[in-house]
């Protein structure tokens, strides 16, 4: 069993009596730990550590608390919530390690039950720990909730308002001396039960059936249903004790006895070391070859910027429109994947992740609709290794969860991508902590995705769907995937990390490691135990009330087993630089190929890329790009103010294989046919000087839908517009151009749409934002002089003064206590109200008095300041200088 602190004895005078008076031993550094841990106590400053205290005990707070513990400091928790209170070390020692003990779970307790303290869950000396009351309710069992450790109420809980008459007669069917006060009868019968030798006695002599019947409840639930004639085996368990009644038609195990059948433990299997992330079975491929890792995630990256820049020039011209609920409909998002050739839960995923990026947003007209930004524009200018950074850092640090596209809200309404429903708290830092476990392996190796699950839901048990046995593994491998939504967010992290280029093939990146930033790992990697309070230098295997310092309260190191924990704000810079090496340096040559197709071998020089997607049509991607030319593509080079002769030139300075003859004539031909026929506005006309030409156009049956008619030789009118007649001439295979008023040929371009200057989506905070340094220093320094002036031992005042209240003297009185304190220099307790009306107590010193002001150094605010003297309400004299 565990040891006692040295000092420490159950009847220590020095023990706190309250949690406040706990927080008042603890030093700045500590308390500065629990409101980093616990930011919401921050959110107003408390006045002084006893609303510290108070607003520690809510139950808001306790919950948020209890939901940031890992699984063996949460079974700490619930271990002490089932042990008497308050609760020696050693008692809670032995229902963590049961009868047989366990070296393991000794080694472990002392962090978890310093992380408690820390945490101001649990406070007093290891002779008398105590819960808080919330957790204590929280935890503890109860008819309505049952007790995550699956016991039940104790002998005395099951037993209140039992009649004498029949607490006797349990003592008798148990052997029991007769007792006619019910304490002593509840006594006698607590006694037998935790009493080994006597409890395994009369187990010997029950029926096999009645023990069989103990099995069904002894690890939980607790409860079960009786019939008003119930068998022999649960008669002879009720009449000894070993079945209290809980309600008319139930019947329940009273704690003690359930310990014992459980050899003592409060938990079927206590889980001190956290689950190890192990190799895939496939990692041995990549293990200790970090280059292919590298190379292979440098080549998603790449394919990730094409795909963003694909999905953005598609939309170039406007996107589809806004729904009305916001986000985009089902029909755009399956047209978006089928665009980029993936399916709709990736489309999702490109979609919110330009989205998070800011380069891409509503436009916010009447007729909403989505459009690049201005920032792509010059997200474009930019480096490639540059460019995929401010991608990654965007995912890294968003909220937005675009698995969950498809899926159904808490209202049955279909969460649509781009909508407003898809931040989720959790999502960043389950994303980051999934990261930090890949760098926790060794380079090149990849996870198996179970075990970092496994972990995750060891790190957060309460947000993470409850503690995971073989019940939970069955239902999650029925539901074909794991159910909770962290684990969701885990698993696809895994996937958006490999098609972003965070990691290849499943292990982490250099780049990717470069990304997580700050000042690097806080822990040593898998392997490394936590040292115990006595390796620490505490004196004792767990340690007193003031013991934990100002760590103590960051993220719970893990028990037997440490991952890196890399503190501050993704590098992008970082990231960058690790990643431009490996992706190909941009081409300036294409090779033409006689069936009227350019490969380009690699990425190509965006002037380059950008003519050459006018004058072909993208055929197929991969390692090389494989363009088309096509009349249509030569028309639309031509349309955008290119001659045949820049044409030619640009083929031939741009290949490292000469221009084929079939190319050639391709260009010449439709730049002959290009602008012979000439479209305009009247509705609409066509001109030519070839009026066989218009004769031609009349006689074909396809155009008859423009209604023409010739006006003059040269001149056909039609009753559609220009855009209609242009395309519909195209269609007969014609190449007609447009021409302005003045008759000059229109050059068309595509009209690039942008949205206004938008910024991207703020990040939704999971609770209060860590508060930094300097805000905690002075929180700290504000609750202690708060507390000052709180606690400090006054003189008897007047009887309205009394009971916290404000002191009430006369202005005469006022005056004559100040100066008699400035010349003496003592300090003196005042009520003070400020020019708002707010009232509040300080302890001041005076220094000076004159002109109605008294000018002093205030305690409470640790500086010197001047007060109206017709804004003290009273004064009373210390009875020790605070000094």
Known sequence: MGTMPEGSSPSSPSSPRTLAEALRTRGDEELAALL????????????????????????????????????????????????????????????????????????????????????????GGDDRLRLVRTARELLAPSPTRPSPTGLGPTVAEATAGMSPTRLQELLAAAGLPSSHDPVSAVAALTSLFTDRTRMESLLDTAPPEALTVLDRLVWGPPYGEVTANPTPPVRWLRDRGLLLPASPRTVVLPREAALHLRAGRAHRAPEPVPPAVTPAAIASITAGRPQVVDSTAAGQAYTALSTVEDLLKDWHEGGPAVLRSGGLSVRDLKRTGTALDTTEQMAAFWLELAYAAGLLASDGEADERYAPTPAYDEWLTVPSAERWALLATAWLKATRTPGLVGS????????????????????????????????????????????????????????????????????????????????????????????????????????????????????????????????AGTGSGVGSEAETGAGAAAEPAPHGAATPRFTGEPDADAAARALAPLLPAPLDHVLLQADLTAVAPGPLDRPLAETLSVLADVESKGGATVYRFTPGSVRRALDAGRSASELHTFLATHSRTPVPQPLSYLIDDVARRHGHLRIGAASAYVRCDDDALLGEILADKRSQGLRLRRLAPTVLAAQADPATLLDGLRTMGFAPAAESAEGDVLITRAHARRTPPRTPPVP????????????????????????????????????????????????????ATVQAAALTGSALWIGYVNADGAASQRVIAPVRVEGGFVTAYDHTADEVRTYPLHRITGVAELADDPT
Request: aromatic content about 2%.
């Open 408 to 535: 159904q809200d808490a209202k049955g309404r279909t969460l649509s991508a781009l909508g407003p429903d898809l931040d989720r708290s959790a999502a960043l830092e389950v994303r980051r902590r999934v990261l930090e476990l890949l760098a926790a392996l060794p380079t090149g190796t990849a996870p198996d995705p179970e075990t970092v699950l496994a972990r995750l839901r060891w790190e957060r048990p309460l947000r993470g769907g409850g503690a995971a046995g073989p019940d939970t593994n069955a239902a999650r491998n029925a539901a074909g995937g794991p159910t909770d939504l962290r684990s969701r967010i885990a698993a696809w992290t895994l996937v958006e990390a490999e098609v972003l280029g965070v990691t290849g093939r499943g292990a982490l990146s250099t780049h990717g490691r470069a990304l997580l930033g700050g000042t690097g790992p806080t822990g040593s990697g898998d392997g490394a135990r936590t040292p115990t309070g006595a390796e």
């Open 36 to 123: 980093r841990a616990r930011p919401d106590l921050l959110n107003p400053v408390p006045n002084d550590l006893t609303q510290l205290a108070t607003r520690a005990g809510t139950r808001a707070s306790v919950v948020r608390a209890l939901e940031r513990l890992d699984r063996f400091t949460l079974q700490t928790a619930e271990a002490l919530a089932v042990a008497p209170d308050p609760a020696p070390y050693d008692t809670l020692l032995a229902l963590l390690t049961g009868y047989e003990g366990d070296a393991t779970i000794e080694a472990a307790l002392p962090h978890a039950v310093g992380m408690l303290r820390a945490q101001a869950l649990v406070w």
């Open 764 to 815: 939704v905070p999971d609770g209060p934002h860590l508060p930094d340094g300097t805000l905690l220093g002075a929180a700290v320094k504000a609750i202690r002089a708060g507390d000052l002036a709180a606690t400090v031992v006054r003189k008897p005042v007047p009887e309205p003064a009394r009971n916290g209240e404000l002191p009430r003297t006369t202005s005469a009185e006022t005056l």
